[in-house]
Structure formats: structure tokens, C-alpha cells
């Protein structure tokens, strides 16, 4: 389990942070060898789960959409034109309300009621989409405190599989 002391710092940093794309990464547990959870934004009603770290990341990029910012550099391309028209018609209902004329939903309180369940917690901050992926820091336990840059999703996505693995085999 996380220390609350770690949670409460974490989630304040993020309703402190005049950065609408910081996200907390709650991680729970393990599907098969997949870490999964949810992910916390104070600008979003409620949590949104991921079950596996593909998941995590492309619920990453779909929030961003959501929250307009940041905004990606490239439009999304697809595999044919019928597999665009379904994801722009899943997308159309999405909000995407401009950041200044949004209130904070939610406060650190509800934040670390969420947190404090969680085995390990990350704090994502997604500073830029651009090259059809996206730029950024994580901070957490691990990283004692220090923000740790990753120049893509990809590699955001190996950070995150390396925590629910030194997660396993430190028997939490």
C-alpha cells in the first residue's frame, strides 16, 4: 500500500498545478501480467479504468481529447475509411469544453479517497502530443519524488509495466 502521507503530496501537486493534462495513475492491481486501475483528473467527473497499459495510454490520449490540451500535432490516422467514421461518431458525444470555461469537479480530498486504495500510485504529466504520440514527466514513489521525462507513449508504457513488475517482486 501507498503511504498516505505520499498520496496526500500527490494529489495536492495536482489540484496546486495550473496544468490541466496532469493525470494520477492509480494502479490497483493485475490482470494476467497487466497492470490495471484507474485514471484521476480534477477536471473529470469521475475515474476512468484502464486494463492493461495499451489501454492506459490510448484512455491517456482519449482524455486530452476530452479536456482539449494538449492538443495533438497530427490528426489520428486509421486503417480504412468506415474504422474513421465509427471513432469520430464514439468521439462526437466526448466532452471537449475549453479549459478556462471548466470548474474543478473534484478536490484532493476525493482524490486521495481514491488514491489511498491503490497499490501504487503515478503522477503523469502529458506536456505535448506531438509525432502521433505523446511527451511528458511521471512522478512517484519509485522515482523519490523527481519527475521523469518520457519522449513517448511507448515509453511511458514500459515505465509503467517496469512498476507493476518491481511491484510484484517486491510481494505487494
Known sequence: MVKMEDI???????????????MLICIHGK?????????????MEGPVAFYNVGDLVLKLDEICDWIGTP????????????MEKQYRSRMEGKS???????????????LISRAVKARQTL???IEFRQYSSFQGRVQGK????????FRS?????????ELAMTDESAGL
Open 96 to 110: 471537449n469544453v475549453p479549459v478556462k470555461a471548466k470548474i474543478r469537479l473534484l478536490d484532493s480530498s476525493l
Open 123 to 125: 503522477l503523469v504529466k
Open 8 to 22: 496526500q503530496i500527490c494529489c495536492e501537486k495536482m489540484i496546486a498545478t495550473d496544468r490541466v493534462s496532469t
Open 142 to 149: 519509485l522515482t523519490r519524488g523527481e519527475f521523469v521525462g
Open 31 to 43: 490482470r494476467g501480467e497487466e497492470p490495471c486501475g484507474e485514471i484521476l483528473n480534477c477536471y
Open 71 to 82: 492538443h495533438p500535432s497530427t490528426e489520428p490516422r486509421f486503417l480504412n475509411h468506415e
Open 153 to 161: 507513449a511507448l515509453e511511458l508504457m514500459r515505465m509503467v509495466r
